[in-house]
């Protein structure tokens, strides 16, 4: 996104995404300001969970790789795609969901729209919950700071600074990232 950011958020959100690997995205996410505390164990579990099967399914190759495989693994590789779906709508349904929301996030932070700022103040604590992965519904939990907010053209927008993580999990949402960025460049070639 190319918004003229206000001042002081212009300059989170050169911290948070300047040097750094960064992503944007339409993904269900939120943030709930409060003092709960986010389920970090289970997060890294999910994002390695998630690039071993994205390892495993060729997520670049996408259909090439599939036609190299036996006609019989095809089918349980797609039967098993219709069922990941059934079930994440299963869930969404049954659950309460996160809205889609424009993002974009680095292993330092994430940018939000939001529906509004709350009136939150900078330094308020809270988690982050977002679903990183549109066939997965799973959300990671990561706790967050408000670095900045900002209402531009009608939108509220916060920046939000995560909390030092454990080496382990930046690194797992650092390949995370990494993969959306392969996928983001690799529809651009399309």
């Not at 943030?31 to 289970?42: C, E, H, N």
């Amino acid at each position: 996104m190319s918004a003229h950011w206000p001042d002081a958020a212009a300059g989170v959100e050169a911290a948070l995404f300047d040097e750094t690997l960064a992503c944007e995205a339409i993904l269900p996410a939120g943030f709930a300001p409060g003092t709960g505390a986010a389920q970090l164990q289970q997060a890294e579990a999910l994002l390695k969970g998630l690039a071993q099967v994205e390892d495993l399914r060729g997520e670049d190759s996408g259909e090439e790789k599939r036609g190299e495989l036996p006609q019989l693994a095809q089918r349980m590789d797609a039967k098993l795609d219709l069922l990941l779906v059934l079930l994440g709508r299963l869930v969404r349904q049954s659950a309460h969901a996160l809205p889609a929301q424009p993002l974009r996030w680095s292993v330092h932070g994430l940018r939000l729209a939001v529906p509004d700022d709350a009136g939150l103040a900078i330094g308020s604590a809270g988690i982050v919950r977002l679903q990183p992965s549109e066939w997965l519904p799973d959300d990671l939990e990561l706790p967050a700071t408000v670095a900045a907010s900002a209402l531009v053209d009608g939108q509220a927008w916060l920046w939000l600074r995560f909390r030092p993580l454990p080496a382990s999990l930046e690194d797992a949402l650092e390949r995370h990232l990494f993969r959306m960025h392969r996928r983001e460049v690799a529809a651009r070639r399309r």
